[in-house]
């Protein structure tokens, strides 16, 4: 795709409270873009939490036994692990307000049941199906946003038909971020056991190293998923785009990424106040689909304008 097709050259990028208001915008121009977080809170708010608990608990319990060094600790975790709504993996992707928050307090319609998952086939196909509902509704709602957002000619039949592929390439582009995630951490990691082994307490030294790569890599491939939309890039391209957007743009970045985090955690503190009774639990779902695509568009507004001074284009 040409970046005629995007954004002019000779536009100078906007201010970051700028880009925010102009997602607004387009969200209240286009309010049917809130639809997929609304039916994603709303499975939250009336559906069933999936979880792998019976499987999982007994897992934790052979490890737990084995006796071994961190047995304890592992086993707990993976007990634990179990008790988590395996639907939430949505949520990770998809702006949710009542997806892993605290229900004490809230207004609840009716009961929250659960299912839980006591065979390993069922547990692992289970796993598998949400993860390919995740990417299927994130690639969907992305070139949803980046389609209004830049204003793109889209019909829904050629959406449709380019979220399996995006898909694809967001399940990519996570394999190649945690791959050398743990390419870069793997030798800080050895090293750490190899001290632990001898004796030696450096925690308070390697866990900043693998936090500072952590954060690193967090920052450097931010718009990466934002590549994928409006670019139309592959897993590599897309790291490799944000990667260059960033480095030219470090300051703007990192202000956009502190004002979208700190926006995002204080309208969670506002929506979990509100959401006590059914009008506020209303306005709660209404008013975090809203902020959450704002926010969401601001950020390929702010990849689209800064990639396009850059004069390159995908592979």
Known sequence: MNKEETATKADPPSSVTQLIADGANIVLARPLLVLIPLLVDLHFLLGWRITLRPVMERLGADVHSSDRFGSERAGDFLTHLGTVDIAGMVAMLVPSFLAGIDREGLY??????????DAWAFGLGAVVAMIVITVGVFALFGLWLADAGISRNRSWAERLRQAPI????????????LGLMLLLTLPIGLAWVATAIAGAQMQGLFLPLIAFIGIALIVLFY??????????????????????????????????ALATLLLSLGLSEVWERMAGNP????LAILGSAFAGSSLAIASMLFFNERWKSLDIEPA
């Open 166 to 177: 995006t898909g694809l390439r967001i399940l990519g582009l996570v394999a190649l971020i």
């Open 108 to 117: 609840a319609p009716v009961s929250h049941g659960s299912v839980a998952i």
């Open 223 to 256: 718009f990466a998923p934002e590549a994928l939309f409006v670019a139309g890039a592959g897993p590599t391209d897309s790291m490799r785009l944000s990667a260059q957007v960033v480095r030219r743009h470090i300051w703007p970045t990192l202000s956009f």
């Open 279 to 282: 009008p506020g639990m209303l």
